[in-house]
């Protein structure tokens, strides 16, 4: 039960070993040995060596842990110095560089601390090497990390490889002095997180419990320059220790009596805002505010475009020079009173602050005689801090001191006087109570108008008609989301939030209070689909339940704003990958037959398996989304048709969708059936398979991509239709795919046949898909390729092929 602390050196596995072992038991000689499941324990019985397993792992490991959190197995031994050693006596560890004069009288005592001691025989006890000077993850309360700048030593503890794997990870925990006393977390020899100074009682900036690592203390020896971390008073009452994880998490946990079980405590280093150095130079990080970065009073983003897509690496850059470096480049000497000091409370100071004995009042004035000083705080128990140069890893916190960073005078607002602040204040005042009042009455007509609008989609809803059924929605059954609420999840529809742009509007990512991400379709005022739309999608998929078509959470309807409320899908659409030189490499041929499997389940649900027949019209690329893990998502239902009773196929004067994925029948006609989903679905499934466009091959001797495959189908050149990332890829010619990437092709030219009674149906697709129906038929020419659908020219094209379009007369 429980948890094995290694607080000593943890070795490399064994399959089968034994180890030199004394009569003692808590010691180790080169007289005797021990094998697995054998052990030494202390004296006083706390701590115990021997050999253990990981929960995933086969393998045997050396650790020394508490005995009373559990138990487990091991292995060590020595001869003139501590050796691992297997069934074969050859040495698979050793004490690294430790030597003896008397190998008959070494020994290896385990003591009453949990430290593993090789020693001489002498009377002294001289120590050859200590296990709490190599430490592996975990810190116990009898241990200390320390730093002798003098030596050249360290005792860090270092992260697991991962939770079964105890070799060393990326990631160690030490103290760094440099010119006062952090405990910091490397990443990879990278500074990846710093505690802030220490002043005697606490780090500074580091939001912690009031009970939370309250045994922490640093010792600092500044003439000898040794610096140590420990536990201020041990509280053998309390089992405690704290641990570094294999993501650079370093927590306290403690042991809890009645689980029987270790329970994190706290934990620190677990949010963006921690990571050293986020926000670049002269950046502020703060993790209550979106975005976490800011740049300080005075300084702009160095790069603003990397700064508006979440990198803000680059930092930033002051905007104005400070008065000192104005008249030095002048020639006349520094001018300490033109520049001044921005005041910032409670802040996690920079890093690598100078430091001065100079006390509180001095610091102001000694910052201003050095021009190269930017900031300046004060800690009663360390004095002045200073900075030169640039300002790195600072961070606005609810514990630290007070910051005064420093700006020329044109920077501080300073120089107004007090007649214009009260005439500020009052105007100020009036304004405020004018809004108010505007505010109360615009909340009373909204309250009014949204009751309204809602019965009127309600009774728009109750009154749909279509085919022989009428097909309702209550909106009380599908959830209603107020304006304000999506405003404040999207940032108040932000720029930066936006995912993309549809013919419906643009489509924003959201974060709920909850937490729970989602995007949020907003109709725009100049798009062509209106409130007709907006209402056939709400009927269409708040009925559907299906893992390839897209969740609805709810919708948002006042005054003129209409908005959907989807899951969020984080790959966006199919299109972004699939025709993007980059992305459309991490689109190897499985993942692209998971998609086309994926897509076809959806559109038979939505033919076949539904409580509703529904034809899509409008399937394409963009409206196909992907999550975490490439699943594919079936989306936007604006216009989507239900089929009532035995209805087949319905005609329209309002043809509606996206050229380049549209049926001849109905492009030309305005009839659609399944079949007219089916030959988009074979137009997409093409595509995926060529990674082109259909309407890319315009101005080209192929009209579309359909007449390009059709020619090489009939010449039997797979190579010329499939795309090069899936030729050049490992994975196709080590599996073998060209039988199924043919059988794809061949179910792609019979879904875009001319006409619609030769296509095959969602059901004969998902067999020939599966390989149930192992010779389909031959495919006839498809639609398409004698001549063009319409006679836009070259560049209307390609926009059509992207915009879903409205109101256009059928011919």
Known sequence: MGKTISCSVLLSLISC???????????????????????????????????????????RYVGILQIETGLSKTLLGFSTYLVVLNGKTEILWSSKNVTNTAPNVTTAHLSDLGNLVLSNGDDEGSSLWQSFQHPSNAFIETMEISTDVK????????SWKSHDDPSDGNFSFGIEPFNIPEF????????????????????????????????FSVVADNRQQTFFIGYEDSNHSMLTYCELDSQGEFSERRWDVEKGNWIKSYSINHTDCDVYGKCGEFGMSNSTKRPICSCLKGFKPRNAEEWSRGNWSSGCFRTTPLQCQRDNNNGSGAGQSDDGFLEMKMMNVPAFPDRSSIVNGECKDQCLKNCSCVAYAYDSSIGCMMWSGDLIDVKESSRGVDLYIRLPASELDKGRSSKVIVITTV??????????????????LKHKGRNKRRTQIKDKFHGEN????????????????????????????????KLGQGGFGP????????GKEIAVKRLSKASGQGLEEFMNEVVVISKLQHRNLVKLFGCCVEAEEKMLVYEFMPNKSLDSFLFDPVKQKLLDWRKRFNIIEGISRGLLYLHRDSRLKIIHRDLKASNVLLDQKLNPKISDFGIARIFGGDENQANTKRVVGTYGYMSPEYAMHGRFSEKSDVFSYGVLLLEIVGGRRNTSFYN???LSLLGYAWKLWREGDICGIVDKVIL???????????????RCIHIGLLCVQEFAKDRPTMPTIASMLNNEISDPNTPKQPAFTEAPLMSHDVEDRVLLDDVTLTNLDSR
């Open 507 to 514: 489509v924003y990512k959201g974060t709920l209070d909850d």
């Open 728 to 742: 050049e890829s490992e994975t196709y010619s080590r599996n073998g795919n060209e039988k199924e990437i043919w």
């Open 466 to 497: 279509i085919g022989e059924s009428s097909i309702g929605v209550k909106l009380q059954q599908l959830p209603l989301f107020n304006f304000e609420e999506l405003a404040t999840a999207t940032n108040n529809f932000h720029p930066q939030e």
């Open 151 to 158: 030596k050249g030593r360290k005792v860090e503890i270092k």
């Open 427 to 444: 105007i100020a005042g009036i304004v405020v109570i004018t809004i108010s009042a505007l505010f109360l009455r615009c909340r009373i």
């Open 700 to 702: 080209k001797d192929d």
């Open 184 to 215: 910091v977390i490397w990443n990879n020899n990278q500074l990846y997180f710093r505690s802030g100074p220490w002043n005697g009682n606490m780090f500074i900036g580091l939001i912690l419990p009031t009970v939370a690592f309250s045994w």
């Open 17 to 59: 070993f034994y180890l030199l072992f004394a009569t003692a038991l808590d010691t180790i000689t080169p007289s005797k040995s021990i094998k697995d499941p054998e052990f030494i324990i202390s004296q006083n019985g706390t701590f115990r060596l021997g050999f253990f397993s990981l929960a995933n792992s086969s393998n």
